[in-house]
């Protein structure tokens, strides 16, 4: 190993430092090929290196030890950033809600929504997940063809709606997934890159969308407003309104950013993750067929439930390696707010950071054969040898995702419920690609054809 002092920089490609113009072309080559790039970085420069960008120094990091420190050693030098390009596209859709706030604002809020997550209420939710997931499934016709990336999206919606905010979705899930589809176009291209005032194209299509969310969150919290309908997270929320705590009190503007924050980051990672589960499933099929083993096993036909879960360890395995090897959350981001040593640099206060989850994932000294699926890394024996964030598809520390539990719980039902009644093929033998921008997702669409089976009841 290359010794290294304090105060000395990380190898890493040359500043970029370009005229306005190829900003564009820039932005687009990274938004297309950023995770093979970056990859091809971290072979050529090692496991942190620093891209400066436009008069910023980038220090990007995969190694489960530089992340530790970032996260939990010394995360009181590190916040999430407030500028920048993924942090200005993600506070033009989500505004200062959880995932973007700092500091008082973040505690005082995340505060406010915790209970929402609690035991009690999320037994309540269980019932619902799985009645949701029931409908969906009874609606799928043996040798159709779906696009399940869709339907996982939609489904996942619904789900949430339901649970947090005692809301029926229907017709508004075409115009949810609209949104989403244009802000993950948006996301790293020439939108997050060009000034605001420039009236491009693409900068008009997410502000139409935009105006479409806005109108469904406001619509929804004005009618709760003054008329809380249960114990539901919204009418929580709502009730914060007059919170003698400033950093705590919500005006109609904070009601936005906190309900459109767990909306849609509520249901889109759970909704890519079962996604890209079913295109691995449908890739292994011995891992499949074990699957299913073990689901008429334990639930022998009937509906499952939260009680079953701890007895279908291969759900739970094949949804945790699912996320190792395509994590929605695929990078983190962050800004040292001090200066830090880490890996025997010094990162200057002000720097950019950020951690690739998805190479961190797949790191060839961490995992061994990286790229095979194998759920059985997730066996308890072998969970525990692993280094301390060398898996954090829900980020780690203070600001680990505060719907991490929920997210388990819905994405083991789901799988569950799926998979006791069909068997997905995938329709077309071209490969499935990753699109890489806001969340990690399958790039256009997941077509699958659908095969009904019956879960054999047990044989005691």
Not at 83 to 100: D, M
Not at 189 to 218: H, Q, Y
Request: hydrophobic letters at 40%; one cysteine or more; aromatic letters at 6%.
């Amino acid at each position: 190993m290359t010794h290294v002092t304090p105060h000395s920089r990380p190898p890493g490609p040359s500043a970029v430092t370009m005229h306005p113009w190829s900003i564009v072309p820039y932005a687009n080559r990274m938004r297309r090929g950023g995770i093979d790039i970056v990859g091809k970085r971290f072979e050529m420069y090692g496991d942190l290196y620093l891209a400066p960008f436009l008069g910023r120094d980038v220090y990007v990091m995969r190694h489960p030890d530089h992340i530790r420190e970032v996260l939990l050693t010394q995360a009181d030098c590190f916040q999430k950033p407030e500028t920048g390009l993924t942090a200005r596209t993600l506070r033009r859709l989500l505004g200062n809600g959880l995932l973007n706030s700092n500091g008082e604002t973040w505690r005082a809020h995340r505060k406010l929504v915790q209970p929402a997550f609690g035991p009690a209420p999320l037994a309540r939710y269980a019932e619902a997940m799985t009645e949701h997931a029931q409908l969906a499934v009874d609606s799928w016709h043996d040798g159709a063809t779906l696009d399940v990336s869709k339907e996982m999206m939609e489904l996942t919606l619904r789900i949430v709606a339901k649970t947090l905010f005692d809301h029926r979705i229907t017709s508004e899930t075409d115009r949810v997934a609209e949104v989403m589809r244009v802000f993950r176009t948006s996301m790293g291209g020439a939108d997050a890159v060009l000034p605001d005032w420039l009236p491009v194209p693409s900068r008009r299509r997410s502000m139409k969308a935009l105006a479409e969310i806005d109108a469904l969150v406001f619509d929804l919290i004005d009618a709760r407003r003054g008329r809380p309908t249960g114990p539901d997270l919204l009418s929580n929320l709502v009730g914060a309104e007059g919170e003698p705590d400033a950093a705590a009190r919500l005006d109609r503007r904070a009601l936005r950013d906190e309900v459109l924050t767990l909306f849609l980051a509520g249901h889109e990672t759970t909704s890519h993750s079962l996604s890209w589960t079913l295109h691995l499933l449908a890739s292994h099929p011995d891992v499949e067929a074990q699957l299913h083993a073990e689901l008429d096993r334990v639930l022998g036909g009937r509906p499952v439930t939260l009680e079953d879960l701890p007895n279908l360890g291969l759900v739970d395995r094949v949804l945790a390696e699912s996320m190792r090897l395509y994590p929605p959350a695929y990078v983190i981001p962050r800004v040292s707010t001090r200066p830090s040593e880490i890996g025997g640099y010094t990162i200057p206060a002000g720097s950019d950071v950020v951690m690739w989850v998805y190479h961190t994932h797949r790191h060839p000294d961490v995992h061994a054969d990286p790229l095979r699926f194998d759920p059985d890394r997730f066996l308890p024996e072998r969970l525990r040898a692993l280094p301390s964030c060398a898996y954090l598809p829900f980020g780690a520390g203070s600001r680990t995702c505060i719907g991490k539990r929920f997210a388990q719980i819905e994405a083991q039902l789901l799988l569950a419920t799926i998979a006791q009644s069909v068997t997905l093929r995938h329709a077309s033998s071209e490969p499935v690609r990753m699109d890489a921008s806001v969340t990690l997702a399958p790039k256009g669409g997941l077509p699958m054809v659908v095969a009904r089976r019956r879960a054999r009841a047990s044989a005691a």
